[in-house]
């Protein structure tokens, strides 16, 4: 079992920026893939960047691109979005979740573990 815990949500100004975290635990991660999704209201759960626990690899959906980063500090079991240049339409409760597999899928259904949300309002 692999448990998420997300933080680092909050409400910010249009331009501004949130960092959010994912802390990983229950066991090891090398085989993982990680990625970060978020649901609006009255909307799907959509794919938002992802990250394969080694190597370099990131993805991103286009409309975050150029704006948000994934990273990660494997020795603290933490996966990072850091989100610049925020609008209104990011507003969104954003989840981490992780896949055990290297693939990395933006399909939401091929993920394993979920953490409980973070909830992220951008004001105009």
């Known amino acids: 079992q692999v448990q998420l815990v997300e933080s680092g949500g909050g409400l910010v100004q249009a331009g501004g920026s949130l960092r959010l975290s994912c802390v990983a635990s229950g066991r090891t991660l090398g085989g993982f893939a990680m990625g970060w999704f978020r649901q609006a209201p009255g909307k799907e759960r959509e794919f938002v960047s992802a990250?394969?626990?080694?190597?370099?690899?990131?993805y991103y959906a286009d409309d975050v691109k150029g704006r948000f980063t994934i990273s990660r500090d494997n020795a603290k079991n933490t996966v990072y979005l850091q989100m610049n240049s925020l609008k209104p339409e990011d507003t969104a409760v954003y989840y981490c979740?992780?896949?055990?597999?290297?693939?990395?899928?933006?399909?939401?259904?091929?993920?394993?573990?979920w953490g409980q949300g973070t909830q992220v309002t951008v004001s105009s």
């Open positions: 990250i394969r626990w080694i190597g370099d690899s990131t």
């Open positions: 979740a992780a896949r055990n597999g290297v693939v990395v899928f933006t399909d939401r259904s091929k993920y394993d573990y």
